[in-house]
């Protein structure tokens, strides 16, 4: 049985997630409307991507609340335009007025992004704005910052005290789809999945103190 | 001016793109993909489906569509297809020409193959409808294909001959890419296509 769960938008470029190994090898799918007749007891984390129904997210943001205060993950990458996700504010883009209002900084070193470069995040084969175009501000107190864009956008970030589980959010396209591109980036998908159980284990920890 | 009804699958891009109020003006009505099963469409004479929704609510609900047009309707559909649910589908996905303007020299492949039609005569360029294509339809017979590419593939085709309604059919996505905050040309598609399909000669 595999720990990690996929919410999928059944959407159509996400048909090659349907194929992928990588996808395959590590996460359970389920169609994001089955959400609320699922056991989520068995899973680690939950893979929110960017193009799910926010709307029935928000109809059942009860089961969200709950499953991360049973001390789980919720990694969600997208922008949010409902109020499903505790903690994390709506969406805000960022004015661009030149390319370099797309480069990415980071605030600290976090082993997701071990390995990867700033340029690698901000470029694509020389241009700009496929990471990040914004961010959900104000990120929640006391969420480590680890990514932003300039004057102090922050991108991405984690929230261990809006809940009693974890909150990864990532205010552009899904993370996991980090792959294959031939360059630094393609590190984070599995940087972030051992991320998850090393998280997952430390949550454990953080409520036993 | 027409009863347009738009499909809304509740993702963050189309939750930026019809509300907008350029483009709500002319909305009627905006339904939630989930409740679209138990909806009346009687009363609309478009139905606008954004690409990238749900395979399941939008396969569950191909038969009403489809009597929605055969009923004299006009369905707008946008985005690749990978699932047959259009009259006639031939759909031939693509990889994505993400790149084409940074070449020397630079095509973006599609031509306009019909350039007296409304659409392109009074409302888009087709500057306005150029950013990146997914893939290609091969229409039937009778079709009019108004965009194409250099070897034939339809980017945005009319199909009057399918059924007793009218199909707008295109590979491109403006509500996805303008929702993102990504790709200019696709707000200019849009803030053409929505007065000539609430206004225009279809």
């Known amino acids: ?209 | 001016m027409r009863k347009i009804a738009v499909i809304f699958s509740g993702n963050a891009p189309h939750s930026v793109t019809f509300n907008e109020p350029k483009y709500k003006q002319y909305i009627n009505e905006l339904i939630y993909l989930p409740k679209l099963a138990e909806t009346d469409l009687s009363d609309f004479d478009v139905l606008y489906i954004p690409s990238q929704l749900n395979k399941r609510m939008l396969l569950a609900n191909k038969d009403k569509i489809i009597a929605f047009a055969e009923a004299g309707g006009i369905v707008c559909a946008f985005g690749p297809q990978p699932w047959e649910w259009l009259p006639n589908q031939k759909w031939e996905d693509r990889e994505t020409n993400f790149w084409w303007w940074l070449e020397k020299g630079a095509d973006s492949g599609l031509r306009l193959t019909n350039p007296q039609h409304d659409l392109f005569s009074n409302y888009l360029t087709l500057a306005d409808a150029t950013w990146h294509q997914h893939g290609v339809f091969w229409p039937v017979d009778g079709a009019d294909v108004l965009v194409s590419t250099v070897d034939g593939g339809a980017v945005l085709y009319v199909d009057k001959v399918s059924t007793n309604g009218t199909w707008i059919i295109t590979t491109l996505d403006p509500d996805y890419h303008f929702g993102s905050y990504f790709m200019p040309a696709t707000e200019r598609f849009l803030d053409g296509f929505f007065p000539w399909l609430a206004n225009g000669q279809l």
């Open chain 1, 1 to 209: 049985m595999k720990d990690l769960l996929f919410i999928d938008p059944g959407h159509a470029f996400g048909v090659d997630n349907w194929h992928d190994p990588f996808m395959q090898q590590h996460f359970h799918f389920i169609d994001m409307y089955e959400l609320e007749h699922t056991d989520l007891t068995p899973f680690k984390a939950i893979i929110v991507h960017d193009f799910v129904d926010q709307i029935h997210l928000k109809a059942h943001q009860h089961i969200i609340e709950n499953y991360l205060n049973a001390g789980n993950i919720i990694v969600w990458s997208g922008h949010l335009t409902e109020s499903w996700l505790p903690g994390c504010a709506p969406f805000t883009p960022k004015t661009i007025v030149q390319f370099s209002d797309y480069n990415i900084s980071f605030v600290q070193p976090h082993p997701v992004f071990d390995g990867v470069t700033t340029d690698d995040m901000t470029l694509n084969k020389g241009v700009a704005g496929f990471f990040a175009r914004g961010a959900h501000l104000p990120i929640p107190p006391h969420a480590e910052s680890l990514l932003t864009l300039p004057d102090g956008f922050v991108t991405t970030y984690i929230d261990r005290h809006s809940t009693r589980g974890t909150i990864f959010v990532h205010a552009g396209r899904d993370l996991f789809a980090q792959r294959n591109q031939n360059k630094t980036t393609d590190r984070i998908h599995t940087q972030l999945l051992q991320w998850i159980y090393d998280e997952h284990a430390a949550i454990g920890g953080r409520h036993d103190a």
